[in-house]
């Protein structure tokens, strides 16, 4: 006789016969190598999901990653982070496109070479749906899992955690959000998960206040990138306090990165025309009419930003200055 018993698996209840949790994961028709499991507010590491047993009353959460990044023209300038060194200085986000294809096609006319992504839960109903891993080979790109939608450091630290064990990738994207109209850094809890983060091993890169004085503190506290944001998440309203990001800039000693605001190339050239060491956007390439075209943009201005960065601008004058000499004229 088959010994049902009944579980919580992914905040539903659900009756089964697995006496393992790779059994359970196989008769969901899924590859126990490729999800991360959490049973009973514990991660059970994937090398022993063969062992682990499943009983009745147990609670689980499996997740998989899901959408939430050639080369720049000038491959010598180059940026690291945590030991890593990239070509492109564009981060793209992939959430909201209208599906996992239109995603890479606009990875790819990025040129970016991270990409961030969400961890959910695998929709247990249909567990044969695509996944972006599919799509995004992440051999070829990194990926850079994020807390996005986390609201308190705990569930942040818990997210990546998870993350870890799904995919191995201990360089990371931290945001813990404050309230869900403006999308604005819950700093005090930022800065918690983002000690207990780099005490646990993890490289936090960190969304965070156009405040120098809280980026400073991250840096101290163990974040290897900070990640100030331009405006509010998915605004598209641009860079509105420049002079915080560069001074943001001035005092790192990590990388910084704009991360939420930018709408349009101009917005991504202001970003690094003061000096930042890379952009990180979603919604100003997914929501535009034409998002492959828009990437094509961002990539060619995130570089034109930065050629005129090394350039260094001229100086601002309260008067005119004439290009031609006004002496022996006719």
């Known amino acids: 006789m088959t010994d049902n018993k009944k579980i919580i698996l992914n905040g539903e209840l659900r009756i089964t016969s697995a006496s393992t949790i790779a059994d359970l994961v196989r008769e969901l028709d899924l590859d126990p190598q490729k999800v991360a499991v959490e049973s009973n507010g514990e991660i059970v590491p994937r090398s022993t999901l063969e062992a ?13 990653f899901v959408g939430g990044g050639d080369q720049v023209s000038a491959p010598d300038d180059t940026w690291s982070v945590a030991g890593r060194t990239f070509s492109s200085r564009l981060i793209v986000g992939t959430g909201k496109y209208k599906d996992f294809a239109q995603n890479a096609a606009a990875v790819a006319a990025s040129g970016a070479e991270i990409v ?24 070829k790109i990194t ?74 503190q991250l840096e101290d506290a163990g974040a290897v990138a900070v990640m100030p944001l331009g405006a509010p998440i998915g605004s598209g309203l641009g860079i509105q306090n420049r002079v915080m990001i560069r001074l943001i800039v001035e005092g790192a000693k990590v990388p910084v990165l704009v991360d939420a605001g930018v709408g349009t190339a101009s ?37 034109a930003g930065r050629e005129a960065y090394l350039a260094g601008r001229m100086g601002r004058r309260k008067y005119a200055d004439p290009s031609s000499p006004l002496a022996g004229l006719i």
């Open 52 to 64: 682990a047993p499943l009983a009745a009353g147990d609670t689980l959460e499996i997740v998989h």
């Open 143 to 216: 990926y850079l899992p994020n807390t996005a939608g986390c609201f308190t450091g705990e569930d942040a630290v818990r997210t990546l955690r998870l993350a870890r064990e799904a995919g191995g990738w201990d360089l990371v994207k931290l945001e813990v959000l404050g309230e869900a109209r403006t999308l604005y850094p819950d700093m005090r809890e930022t800065l918690k998960a983002t000690e207990v983060l780099a005490k646990d091993g993890f490289l936090p890169m960190v969304y965070c206040a156009d405040d120098p004085i809280a980026a400073k």
């Open 116 to 139: 961030t992504v969400a961890v959910r839960r695998v929709n247990v109903s249909d567990p044969k749906a695509p996944m972006l891993t599919d799509y995004i080979d992440p051999k």
């Open 267 to 303: 917005d991504a050239a202001v970003g690094m025309e003061l000096g930042c060491d890379g952009i990180l956007m979603n919604t100003a390439i997914a929501e535009a009419k034409d998002p492959v075209r828009m990437a094509r943009a961002m990539k060619l201005a995130v570089e």
